[in-house]
């Protein structure tokens, strides 16, 4: 996993996923939305999913409000994995930053736009 920070969507897999949403990869969308109906998700699809709704919101998408509830509850799960979380170099900054996306995403962003 290429992290460069601690925030959820400061991953080189998350950005992927953020860039290749916004630019529109009807495929990847489509693999996105597959991904978040998914019924038992392993800690990193839920990374993946927390991350990426984390970083469009943060990027100022407006997304439905049940997608937004979806990250939170998938960010909330991975705080709860005790071997994903510690698997960070420094699992307390990690932890801070997941909080810090959580608040976020359930405040929203000042600057939206549809994503729908």
């Known amino acids: 996993m290429g992290a460069w920070g601690y925030a959820p969507d400061e991953n080189d897999n998350v ?11 009807k495929a990847v969308v489509g693999k996105f939305l597959r991904l978040t109906h998914k019924q038992k998700p392993t ?8 991350g990426v709704v984390y970083g469009l ?3 100022g998408f407006d ?5 937004k509830a979806q990250g939170i509850s998938r960010l909330k799960m991975i705080l ?21 996306a959580i608040q976020f995403l ?4 000042p600057k939206q736009r549809m994503f729908y």
């Open 15 to 25: 950005r992927e996923w953020i860039e290749d949403i916004k630019s529109g990869r």
């Open 57 to 59: 919101v943060k990027d």
């Open 106 to 109: 359930k405040k929203g962003s």
């Open 80 to 100: 709860q994995d005790f071997d994903f979380v510690s698997g960070w170099g420094e699992p307390d900054k990690f932890i801070k930053e997941t909080k810090k």
């Open 63 to 67: 997304l439905p409000s049940k997608m």
């Open 43 to 50: 800690s990193d699809d839920a990374f993946i999913i927390g």
